[in-house]
Nanobody, 118 residues
Framework: QVQLVESGGGLVQPGGSLRLSCAAS????????MAWYRQAPGQQRELVAE???????NYADSVKGRFTISRNGARNMGYLQMISLKPEDTAVYYC????????????WGQGTQVTVSS
C-alpha cells in the first residue's frame, strides 16, 4: 500500500510560479509511474504530466513549456514546478502513482488547490 500527500498549492497571480510536492510513503518500492492530474469545478479530471521510473516525462499540451515534473527517489518525493501560471490553470491538483512492475493498483493523494487570480 502507498500513501500520497500533496502540498504547495495556494493563490498566485497570473504569471506567477508554484512548486507542488507529493510525498510518498508505505511500500514505496512498488511505485512505478508518478503523475499529476488536475480537476477544475464542473470538469473531468485530466492528466497534466507524468514521469516514469527511469525519468521519461510526458505533458499535456496546455502545460508544455511551463510545467516540469520530477521525482526524487532518495526522498520518495514527486514534484510539479509550474511557471507562467494562467487563470485556466486553476484547479485541484492531485498526485497519482501506479504500482510497479504492473499498473493494477492506482494511488491518489487528496489534492491541493491551485488558484491563479489577480
Amino acid at each position: 500500500q502507498v500513501q500520497l500527500v500533496e502540498s504547495g498549492g495556494g493563490l498566485v497571480q497570473p504569471g506567477g510560479s508554484l512548486r507542488l510536492s507529493c510525498a510518498a510513503s508505505g511500500n514505496i518500492f512498488s511505485i512505478g509511474t508518478m503523475a499529476w492530474y488536475r480537476q477544475a469545478p464542473g470538469q473531468q479530471r485530466e492528466l497534466v504530466a507524468e514521469i516514469s521510473r527511469d525519468g521519461r516525462t510526458n505533458y499535456a499540451d496546455s502545460v508544455k513549456g511551463r510545467f516540469t515534473i520530477s521525482r526524487n527517489g532518495a526522498r520518495n518525493m514527486g514534484y510539479l514546478q509550474m511557471i507562467s501560471l494562467k487563470p485556466e490553470d486553476t484547479a485541484v491538483y492531485y498526485c497519482n502513482a501506479r504500482s510497479y512492475p504492473n499498473d493494477r493498483d492506482i494511488y491518489w493523494g487528496q489534492g491541493t488547490q491551485v488558484t491563479v487570480s489577480s
